[in-house]
């Protein structure tokens, strides 16, 4: 009779603290699916960037290669990295965010050499005189930066994803480079 007076009080306390323990459970697994999900849109994201800020920089080294008096500035392409600085930390591993953190460091050192070489245009362009370019050095710059950024995507690709390829634009690749990018600009 004494063990079933002791089994009566402590059946709704065990029920409680089982309850409790379930729900933290599955509030926790929850938790970690959504940032895991958070994580995956995130470097989904992250790689998109870096794919449009590399198509960037081949229209550069074209641009380069033709010793056009310009060169595109990709300091407005780095918004989604820039606005989600304080999330990389927490929905990231530590050598990935040390490997975006080094490339879109990398994107500001060229953007500080071009600036000092140069005269920046309406925040979308560096326009400088041939005969001062430092061609050489920023295609070195811009073909070192390119790898390190295919390693990267290369990287952020590890989340299960679907992907979607955007197509360039045709017109775009179809007419003459500085053509194209006086049309663009409106300069002609």
């Known amino acids: 009779m004494l063990g079933n007076y002791w089994l009566a009080q402590l059946t709704p306390a065990a029920l409680m603290v089982s309850i409790i323990v379930i729900n933290h459970l599955i509030t926790t697994q929850r938790a970690d699916k959504k940032a895991e999900k958070e994580s995956c849109r995130l470097?989904?994201?992250?790689?998109?960037?870096?794919?449009?800020l590399l198509d960037l920089y081949h229209i550069n080294l074209q641009l380069i290669e033709q010793k056009t008096n310009y060169l595109l500035s990709s300091r407005s392409s780095v918004v989604l990295y820039r606005a989600n600085l304080a999330r990389l930390a927490t929905l990231l591993e530590a050598t990935l965010v040390e490997q975006l953190v080094g490339v879109f460091a990398q994107n500001?050192?060229?953007?500080a050499v071009l600036s000092a070489h140069t005269n920046f245009k309406g925040g979308l362009s560096y326009q400088f005189g041939t005969a001062d370019a430092k061609f050489a050095e920023w295609k070195t710059m811009l073909e070192q930066s390119s790898r390190n950024i295919e390693n990267v995507c290369r990287l952020l690709q590890?989340?299960?994803?679907?992907?979607?390829?955007?197509?360039?634009?045709?017109?775009?690749?179809?007419?003459?480079?500085?053509?194209?990018?006086?049309?663009l600009l409106g300069t002609r």
């Open 158 to 183: 590890d989340c299960k994803q679907v992907t979607v390829s955007i197509k360039p634009l045709g017109w775009f690749r179809q007419i003459p480079l500085p053509q194209a990018m006086d049309k």
């Open 108 to 111: 500001e050192q060229i953007e």
């Open 43 to 52: 470097r989904c994201a992250l790689a998109a960037e870096l794919h449009a």
